[in-house]
């Protein structure tokens, strides 16, 4: 696995701190899709109200990306690639946007944290992703990989 020199020494750091075997999924990714939002992101994250996120099945197959499974290990990144924190997978489970409910929006930690807010935002954001990947989204069709986590490291 090549990575940036930073994230590969936190990488470390965060295996010999938590006893992860070198077996272990501990793969980097920022949430987001500009460098403002992954700065904006991650920040929720290493602050606390962010423990949730959402993502697009169809999208992570299409760019080969590894679905999140209970017991997986991440390294967050924020909109430069620096290492801000690890999280740990909890809870999986698929359903469409349109499904979302007012826990779980809570538990996303963004805007108002409200499930109307939630959707809008999402809206949003799955509109760019699906319009940049040609491909079509459904708020009431496309199922999604809703995931709950929990930090267990922070860089710094």
């Keep these: 696995m090549s990575d940036d020199p930073a994230v590969a020494a936190y990488r470390a750091r965060v295996r010999a701190d938590l ?7 501990l793969e980097a ?6 460098p403002a939002l ?16 959402v993502g697009w099945i169809a999208e992570a197959e299409a760019l080969g990306e590894h679905q999140p499974r209970v017991g997986d290990y991440w390294i967050i990144l924020d909109g430069a690639g620096r290492p ?3 999280i740990r997978t909890v809870e999986t489970f698929v359903a469409p946007l349109a499904a979302v409910d007012d826990r779980f929006a809570w538990d996303e930690g963004e805007g108002d944290r409200t ?7 999402h809206r949003r954001y799955f509109a760019r992703r699906a319009e940049a990947l040609g ?12 995931e ?9």
Excluded: M, Q
């Design 29 to 34: 990714f920022s949430f987001g899709d500009s």
């Design 84 to 86: 801000r924190c690890a």
């Design 38 to 53: 992954r700065d904006e992101l991650a920040a929720l994250v290493v602050s606390g109200p962010k423990r949730a996120t």
């Design 19 to 25: 006893g992860l075997s070198e077996e272990a999924r």
């Design 135 to 146: 491909i079509p989204f459904d708020e009431n069709e496309s199922p999604l990989l809703y």
């Design 115 to 121: 499930r109307g807010w939630w959707l809008d935002g």
């Design 148 to 156: 709950r986590f929990e930090v267990v490291h922070r860089a710094g």
